[in-house]
Nanobody, 118 residues
Framework: VQLVESGGGLVQSGGSLRLSCAAS????????MSWYRQPPGKERELVAV????????NYADSVKGRFTISRDNAKNTVYLQMNSLNLEDTAVYYC????????????WGQGTQVTVSS
């Protein structure tokens, strides 16, 4: 089982990045997918979540209107489009899979670093 994030990097304030999380080893369509982030010296926090079919999404207030979560079930991949990035968005970003049935194993990726510079 793997969740592999990619797309992180260094970007200037106001810029954009698109993160990807490729899943393997489990039935992706049966999982609700989320993006979390952990800023330096802070707790990990929920950024966005998307339902198994992709029809329902929710966002942290701090990213509403700037970030968009999406998924491609044919490619077993979840995305996070991040626009208008600011310094407070600097963090390690993780994807997470939770079984939609409410029971089973939760999976985490290894994380990808996003650094926003002024």
């Amino acid at each position: 089982v793997q969740l592999v994030e990619s797309g992180g990097g260094l970007v200037q304030s106001g810029g954009s990045l698109r993160l990807s999380c490729a899943a393997s080893g489990f039935t992706f369509i049966n999982y609700r997918m989320s993006w979390y982030r952990q800023p330096p010296g802070k707790e990990r926090e929920l950024v966005a979540v998307i339902s198994r079919g992709g029809h329902t999404t929710n966002y942290a207030d701090s990213v509403k209107g700037r970030f968009t979560i999406s998924r491609d079930n044919a490619k077993n991949t979840v995305y996070l489009q991040m626009n208008s990035l600011n310094l407070e968005d600097t963090a390690v970003y993780y994807c997470k899979g939770d079984p939609s049935a409410g029971w089973g194993v939760t999976y985490w990726g290894q994380g990808t670093q996003v650094t926003v510079s002024s």
